[in-house]
């Protein structure tokens, strides 16, 4: 039996649409306690990770979900779709999330914020 390649999508968008997009950019990202976020947080600060990777640093295994809460906390995180090779040699698109510059301003305040309020205590 020969060895059928498996069908490749076309194309993956797994950001939000135009509208949408806009209006949670200008959304104010005020924090998180949860351990999972702050690792994805700290990690994603550093550079952009592929999927894989951020469920390895969450500790979860719904990456994807847990980009989702961080959306939903104000953050735009998208996920680039990036061709690549799978272990098995065929071509296979994998997602990559980055945090914006924009993103990146927000969770800097954030932790200036943080650190004021932990040492007017």
């Not at 194309?11 to 005020?30: H, I, M, N, P, Q």
């Not at 990690?43 to 469920?55: K, T």
């Not at 998208?78 to 061709?83: D, G, T």
Request: with cysteine; glycine share 8%.
């Amino acid at each position: 039996m020969a060895h059928a390649q498996l069908p490749l999508i076309a194309e993956l968008d797994l950001g939000d649409s135009e509208g949408s997009a806009a209006s949670k950019a200008a959304a104010k990202f005020t924090g998180t306690t949860n351990p999972r976020h702050l690792r994805v947080i700290h990690a994603l600060m550093i550079r952009p990770r592929r999927r894989e990777e951020i469920d390895s640093i969450s500790g979860a295994s719904n990456g994807p979900d847990l980009m989702a809460d961080l959306r939903a906390l104000g953050l735009s995180a998208p996920c680039r779709v990036v061709p690549g090779i799978d272990r098995d040699g065929f071509p296979i698109r994998f997602g990559v999330y980055a945090f914006t510059s924009e993103d990146c301003r927000k969770i800097t305040a954030w932790q200036r914020k943080l650190k004021r309020s932990a040492g007017s205590n």
